[in-house]
């Protein structure tokens, strides 16, 4: 099974400013990596998959990068309602999560 | 719109069994996998259960095989899983979710699962 490890576990910023949430494989899964983000209370929402590919409404602020073993998910300037915790996904070789990584106001 | 909506959960004992729903509506059903997705109180997200869009192949967490199946029902737009010889480590919230190639597009709100005595 291919684990997936995300850091850090908690990032405090600011509002306005950059979010940069690293995710790393135990083994190459290419670019078949998706992101969600999950509010409290509320089920998680796809923001992308294929690694860099934004999913329909998610705002251009959201930027996926990397292949092979290391992604990066950037929010360029953090919003009040980008508070969340977010989470990869591989599904190269079946489908496993991140821990995740709570992004909180600084 | 695409909307997902779970049901069946509820408060079983250990070695119990469950049958959680989902109805699926907004998109043409017979062209998506689907999945089930949970996530224990606290915890992070775990992939349950798959089946495919024909129906034809279906994939199950190791800690579940055996014990839980999954299937779905074109028709109806509904898919389902059945959950026996319940434990403990079951307890957690399932989401019902679209899979498109095999990322979880569209989730529905959830349903929570207690197993306990």
């Known amino acids: 099974e291919i684990e997936m490890t995300q850091s850090p576990a908690t990032l405090s910023v600011s509002p306005g400013e950059r979010a940069t949430l690293s995710c790393w494989a135990s083994?190459?899964?290419?670019?078949?990596l998706a992101w969600y983000q999950q509010k409290p209370g509320q089920a998680p929402r796809l923001l992308i998959h294929?690694?860099?590919t934004r999913a329909t409404g998610v705002p251009a602020r959201f930027r996926g990068s990397g292949s092979g073993t290391d992604f990066t998910l950037t929010i360029s300037s953090l919003q009040s309602e980008d508070f969340a915790i977010y989470y990869c996904q591989q599904y190269s070789h079946w489908l496993t999560f991140g821990g995740g990584t709570k992004v909180e106001i600084k | 719109q695409v909307q997902l909506l779970e049901s069946g959960g509820g408060l079983v004992k250990p070695g119990g069994s469950l049958r959680l729903s989902c109805v699926a509506s907004g998109f043409t059903f017979s062209d998506y996998h689907m999945s089930w997705i949970r996530q224990a109180p606290g915890k992070g997200l775990e992939w349950v259960s798959f089946?495919?869009?024909?129906?034809?192949?279906?994939k199950y967490a190791d800690n579940v095989k055996g014990r839980f199946t999954i299937s779905r029902d074109d028709a109806k737009k509904s898919v389902h899983l059945q959950m026996n010889s319940l434990r403990g480590d079951d307890t957690a919230v399932y989401y019902c979710?679209?899979?498109?190639?095999?990322?979880?597009?569209?989730w529905g709100p959830g349903i929570l699962v207690t197993v306990s005595s």
């Open positions: 979710a679209r899979t498109l190639g095999l990322w979880a597009d569209y």
């Open positions: 083994q190459s899964v290419s670019t078949n």
């Open positions: 294929g690694a860099s």
């Open positions: 089946v495919s869009d024909d129906n034809t192949y279906t």
